[in-house]
């Protein structure tokens, strides 16, 4: 069974902060993506990093995916409010084909 | 807005009641994957239909089934509700099969709230 433990699980912080949440599993994927979820709706797909060492930035969000594809992290440069929610790790592949195989998550808290 | 519509937004039901939860996928998409959301659980993956064929299955239980019809919406059908089933219930589409690549960029639909009392 393929597992992506992600941390931390809550993460309060001030307006203007950074931060960097990490997800990590002792399984191979094939692609990792995060996803950022708010109340009440889906999963919003971010981005999704596929080769091993790859560096993706989104603005303020910077994506990394480990040598080994085993790990990834998401930093955030001087958050905002509007970045509050929950995010989560995906990984892809690997050893269960087509299935999205998730962390617990992260629920971000941005303080004004 | 994904472009997978799921409905409905809210169920309430009693124990041992059986419900039918629906999804449209993004128009073109083939897949449709099902998952579950609760608490103590996170986001799991229940099972994938690939253009009316079953092709994957997560941890989903016996009294759970789902299908996906001929114009491609599937339905999810959830037996012998108990207590533990409420959670939320979310269908995402993606274009392709599975190749575990960025193709499969699945997209989720806003899900359904089950409530079982």
């Known amino acids: 069974t393929q597992l992506l433990e992600q941390s931390p699980q809550f993460l309060s912080i001030q307006e203007g902060e950074n931060l960097t949440v990490y997800c990590n599993s002792s399984s191979v994927f094939s692609s990792l993506q995060w996803y950022r979820q708010e109340p009440g709706e889906g999963p919003v797909l971010l981005v999704t990093?596929?080769?091993?060492?790859e560096v993706k930035k989104l603005k303020r969000l910077t994506f990394q995916f480990g040598d080994a594809r085993k790990d990834s992290s998401l930093h955030i440069t001087a958050a905002q409010t509007g970045d509050t929610g929950l995010y989560l790790c995906a990984g892809l592949g690997g050893t269960s084909y087509g299935k999205l195989t998730f962390g617990q998550g992260t629920i971000l808290t941005v303080h004004p | 807005d994904s472009g997978v519509t799921q409905t409905p937004k809210h169920l309430i039901t009693a124990t041992g009641q059986r419900v039918t939860l629906r999804c449209s996928p993004r128009s073109g998409d083939l897949s449709v994957y099902w998952y579950q959301q609760s608490l103590d659980q996170g986001l799991q993956f229940l099972i994938q239909y690939y253009n009316g064929e079953e092709r994957a299955k997560g941890n989903i239980l016996e009294r759970f089934s789902a299908q996906q019809f001929p114009d491609l919406h599937s339905e999810l059908n959830l037996s012998s509700l108990e207590l533990g089933d409420s959670a939320l219930y979310f269908c995402?589409?993606?274009?392709?099969?599975?190749?575990?690549?960025?193709?499969?960029?699945?997209?989720f639909g806003p899900g359904t709230r089950l409530t079982v009392l």
């Open positions: 995402a589409s993606s274009g392709f099969q599975t190749s575990g690549g960025v193709r499969d960029t699945q997209y």
């Open positions: 990093v596929v080769t091993g060492g």
